[in-house]
């Protein structure tokens, strides 16, 4: 199963790190494009008769903002806050949505200082929230949004237009192609709206995002302290208090892997989910047309019988398996012992870590150092020292094809997707592994290790 974020080098983009691509990323390509273009400006432009004076975007200045962006053909819609000086090289952007359903919030903020970039997910509270640093968006740090409107290499005049009810000066930057497109309508020097669209390759389908930045009146008057780089970066989330002390709990695991052979194949340092998380990944590696199916050979669905210590620590991110470039897995932004816990796209407060329930279910990280030995379980004391998570068994594994394709997952997601549930899904699934029975819906199990833990911890 792919993981909370994809690595650039191993993916174009996952499932799981939706959220913050479609929040983020735009505005992090955009400025990328401006900067090129900037370099690469083969002469000077002047200025049309017509066109009013260019925008001078206040160098630091903060600003209540709404946030849409498209992803899979759902639209997100949020509100927030944008926060920048230019010349600390410093930007804030926080913003709190739903995101596939309306009843699971999604608060994500993302901080750039210099050249290191960040974000806290799962809270406004620093009690609540965590932070990870994402170098799987590839260059980081502060970009400046808006000066490449001021300059006439870069960008043109394109008229008139309306925000809200404001009158505004749309421009468009110079270098904007069917891959880019980006305009800033500005009053004077006020931003109004920021406008991204972009086209990017996954598994060989073209896939169209846009993202809507609207900025309220701005104020000059901006807490330092939001730009600058919190003391919980520095440090995972502790392990939740309701599970210390606890004995291991016992959990369905699944994961949606490449079909490598038994010896190649572990789930140490990798994402599993709960039947309810696993069928959500896949429905949006599906929706989405991600790659996982042509970059992974994501071919087998298995599922495990767990122990985990109830005392989860924060999510990791893992990438890679041995045949990925570079060699995985990798994993990154959690506990390196824990078993971490979270719903989908950093839902609820403290992204449900230690929450027993999540509409959307929810999705694990297996750090290797947490692996019991064999035949051993977590114990009480897990939370403090000691190992984590344990195998009981490989359940089942099935070929993918048999329940996308054979079972046609797809119009089961489709239906989830347009009632924001994902019950269908979800039935379908589980139905794939409950029985061999083509007829039942169910898949056959195409066999593999027993994987008891006293046997072996991986499978076909």
């Known amino acids: 199963m792919g993981c909370l974020f994809q690595l650039v080098a191993f993916a174009e983009s996952s499932p799981l790190n939706q959220f913050a691509v479609d929040m983020f990323f735009p505005i992090q390509k955009a400025a990328e494009a401006a ?38 053909g759902v639209p997100a819609q949020g509100r927030g806050y944008f926060a920048q000086d ?9 913003i709190v949505a739903p995101y596939l359903l309306p009843q699971v919030t999604t608060n994500m903020t993302t901080l750039s200082v210099g050249n290191d970039t960040w974000i806290e997910t799962g809270g406004s509270q620093h009690s609540q929230a965590n932070c990870r640093s994402i170098p799987m968006f590839g260059p980081q740090g502060f970009k400046d949004m808006f000066s490449w409107a ?5 960008s043109e005049y394109m008229g008139q237009g309306s925000v809200g009810g404001r009158s505004c000066a749309q421009w468009r930057l110079r270098v904007s192609s069917s891959i880019i497109n980006e305009t800033l309508c500005a009053d004077g020097d006020i931003p109004i709206e920021l406008n991204i669209s972009m086209k990017s390759s996954a598994g060989g389908v073209m896939k169209e995002s846009h993202a809507s930045y609207h900025f309220d ?14 003391y919980i970066c520095d440090h995972v989330a502790p392990p939740c208090e309701n599970g210390r002390g606890l004995g291991p709990v016992t959990l369905d695991a699944y994961v949606f892997h490449p079909g490598f052979s038994a010896i190649d194949y572990s789930i140490e340092d990798q994402n599993v989910a709960d039947l309810r998380g ?63 816990k979270e719903a989908p ?29 064999p035949g051993q379980a977590p114990s009480t004391t897990a939370s403090e020292s000691g190992c984590t ?48 029975d083509l007829s039942k819906g169910g898949c056959p199990d195409i066999g593999g290790p027993d994987s008891k833990e006293d046997v072996a911890s991986f499978v076909v």
């Open 278 to 340: 696993d069928a959500l990944f896949i429905c949006f590696d599906l929706m989405s047309n991600q790659s996982s199916f042509a970059d992974h050979n994501y071919s087998l669905i298995s599922r495990y019988s767990l122990q985990l210590s109830p005392a989860f620590g924060q999510y990791s991110a893992c990438n890679g398996y041995p045949d990925t470039k570079p060699k995985g897995p990798v994993c990154i932004g959690g506990d390196t012992r824990l078993a971490g």
């Open 35 to 72: 900067e090129t273009a900037k370099r690469t400006s083969l002469g000077s432009f002047e200025a049309s008769p017509d066109e009013p004076a260019r925008p001078k975007v206040p160098r630091r200045f903060g600003a209540t903002m709404s946030v849409v962006t498209t992803s899979v």
């Open 389 to 436: 998570w344990s195998i009981i068994k490989r359940a089942k594994t099935i070929d993918q094809a048999c329940v996308i394709q054979d079972h046609n997952f797809l119009a089961s997601c489709k239906a989830d997707f347009a009632q924001k549930d994902f019950t269908r899904s979800t039935a379908a699934l589980s139905a794939a592994f409950e029985s061999e």
């Open 345 to 373: 796209f950093f839902g609820g407060e403290g992204e449900s870590r230690c929450a027993d329930e999540s509409p959307m279910g929810f999705w694990y990280s297996l750090p290797k150092a947490g692996h019991c030995p």
């Open 150 to 154: 001021s300059d006439p290499a870069v």
């Open 217 to 230: 009146p701005l104020s000059t008057e901006v807490d330092s302290s939001l730009l600058e780089k919190p």
């Open 86 to 94: 230019v010349d600390l090289k410093a930007s804030r952007m926080e």
